[in-house]
């Protein structure tokens, strides 16, 4: 292996089994301004690739041991492959050996002898597109993050609840196992925004959006903002007493976090009401009724009281209180 290194510059592998051959091409590249790696065989290349990821690999298709097109394509399995343009040279011409190549993962190709001023273009021309595609790739992650996620509370969004509930719905009625959802509402919200200003109340949402992510500890499980000062946690495969201990554990560390809520007409601190629903998806059928149940069971949770939580069915609920700072 031969390499030159300069730091803000794009660094070209070369693989070629000649000596010669790679001299021409580092010479020519680096008077381009390029930092060079070399290598005499397909396996030396896996190996220098997956050390100092180039920018660009100009691939030799005929090399003893593993040819060009198999490097071609052990490369193009490699992660970090993914944005790396392989520019194969060949001194085959026929259709079957240039179709080959774009076949292995070849973004082009160029003959011998090298036309010099073609490869200059050429491997320019590359590295600018695969840099191009990088940044586009990075700003449609960056966009599906945002919306994916809420920008205030950092739990998912609205929009996420809705294809995360949708999937695992899906997934439940396919498998024929439960599924619960937790409705929360944190209590007098209102007031609490008129009070204090709603700076405050922004941090507020924040410290019991964290204490709601906190609580949840499963991989699968999601908890999200449904709305306004409403959370929501979708729980796979877990049956309504499991979600009824996971609801007050819910509204018992939003009222360990003592915020202060003079208006409050529970307990003098913030506290969140809950609603739980369970049921176990029919094929076809529509999550929007269990949506429902578990508004339904928050509604009344908050008519017999706030900071508690009340278990739903499609039909009827069951009201379960909580200690209270004293009332």
Avoid at 130 to 145: H, V
Wanted: glycine residues 6%.
């Amino acid at each position: 292996m031969k390499t030159t290194f300069q730091e803000d510059q794009s660094l070209v592998l070369i693989v070629d089994d000649e000596a010669f051959i790679r001299t021409q091409l580092r010479l020519a590249l680096e008077r381009e301004g390029y930092q060079i790696a070399e290598a005499k065989d397909g396996k030396e290349a896996l190996n220098i690739f997956q050390q100092l990821h180039p920018n660009i690999v100009l691939l030799d298709a005929i090399m003893p041991g593993m040819d060009g097109f198999e490097c071609c394509l052990q490369l193009q399995s490699l992660e970090q492959g993914k944005y790396t343009p392989i520019l194969m040279i060949t001194g085959l011409e026929d259709q079957e050996s240039v179709d080959h190549a774009f076949d292995v993962g070849a973004i082009d190709y160029v003959t011998k002898p090298i036309h010099w001023p073609v490869l200059r273009q050429r491997v320019k021309r590359l590295i600018q597109q695969s840099q191009l595609q990088y940044k586009l790739e990075l700003a449609n992650q960056e966009l599906q993050r945002l919306v994916t996620i809420d920008g205030l509370t950092q739990v998912a969004s609205r929009r996420r609840f809705e294809e995360y509930f949708a999937q695992e719905w899906q997934r439940m009625a396919r498998d024929q196992l439960p599924l619960s959802l937790i409705l929360c509402d944190v209590d007098y919200f209102k007031s609490y925004n008129d009070t204090y200003g709603h700076r405050a109340g922004d941090r507020c949402l924040q410290k019991v959006a964290q204490a709601i992510k906190d609580t949840v500890k499963r991989p699968a499980d999601l908890v999200a903002r449904y709305g306004g000062e409403e959370f929501a946690v979708i729980l796979p495969k877990t049956e309504m007493s499991g979600a009824m201990v996971l609801a007050d554990k819910i509204c018992s560390v939003v009222r360990r976090l003592a915020i202060p809520h003079s208006n409050s007409q529970v307990s003098g601190y913030v506290t969140i009401s809950a609603g739980v629903a369970t049921d176990i998806p029919q094929p076809g059928s529509d999550f929007q009724e269990m949506i429902a149940a578990a508004d339904r069971a928050l509604y009344q949770a908050k008519i017999d009281g706030r900071d508690r939580f009340q278990q739903s069915t499609k039909q009827s609920s069951s009201t379960f209180s909580i200690p209270r700072w004293g009332t």
